[in-house]
């Protein structure tokens, strides 16, 4: 039997910007997680998207220390490890892509720079 995998609320937002970007595994999972929660799919997306969009607003800190830029290549890194079990289709280079645009804050602690998508 596999352990059952507790979600943050950090994930449940990667879940849903992974599906706002195409990734129907991800609609799958957010709507799995829902049901867990006792909730509908349109109730926690309700919740969710308000949280997404004052994240996503959020200014850009550039003082990002080294120690930051490594921790968050390491997320990357792992992130982009499991999609890739995931989705092993898609090459590397894709698929860094899109754990870059479902974890926009680490993503500019990585590169530096600011990575929104842009979407509201």
Known sequence: MKPAKVYTREDIRDVWRRYQ???MAAGNAFALIANAQGQTFKTLQAEIEPECREED???VSNTTTSEQRRRAGIVLWEKTEAYKQRQPELSDRETFRLVL???PTLAEQYTGFPYRTGRD
């Open 57 to 59: 607003q959020q200014p």
């Open 101 to 103: 645009l479902e974890n």
């Open 21 to 23: 970007h195409g990734d």
